[in-house]
C-alpha cells in the first residue's frame, strides 16, 4: 500500500479522531479536572476508535494481535503527549490550546510507528 495514500486517509480519520479527542479534552478541563487526567481520558478514549479507525480504514490492516501494539504505542505516546503540553503551558500557552499543539506535533511520529510497528503496512 502507498504512504501517500495512507497518509491521506491518516489526516482525514486522524483529524476527526483528534476532534473527538480534543472534544473530551476540553470538557473535562471546562469541568475543572486536572490536565493529565483530563488528557489520559481523552487519549484512553482516542485510542479505541483510533485503533479501528486505523486499522481498518487508514492501513487497511488484516494483522492480527494489533490491539497491544496500539496500546503500547499510545502509552508511550500518552507520556510524551502530557510532557509536551505541561511544557507548552509552563510557556505559557493556555491549557485548551496545548492539548491541540501536542496533538499536531505528535501526528506524523504516531503515523510512521503504526505504519511501521503496529499494522506492519
Known sequence: MSTPA????????GTLNTGFSLAIYWAL???GLPIW????????GG??????LNKHMV???RERNT???YFIMWGFLYLISTGLILLFVRMGSDKFLAGL????ALFPVAFFIQKLKVFQA
Open 6 to 13: 495512507q497518509m491521506s486517509r491518516f489526516i482525514f480519520w
Open 29 to 31: 478541563l471546562f469541568l
Open 101 to 104: 499543539w501536542a496533538g499536531v
Open 47 to 52: 485510542i479505541v476508535l483510533g485503533h479501528f
Open 37 to 44: 487526567f483530563s488528557n489520559l481520558i481523552a487519549m484512553a
Open 59 to 61: 492501513f487497511r490492516s
Open 67 to 69: 490491539l497491544i501494539k
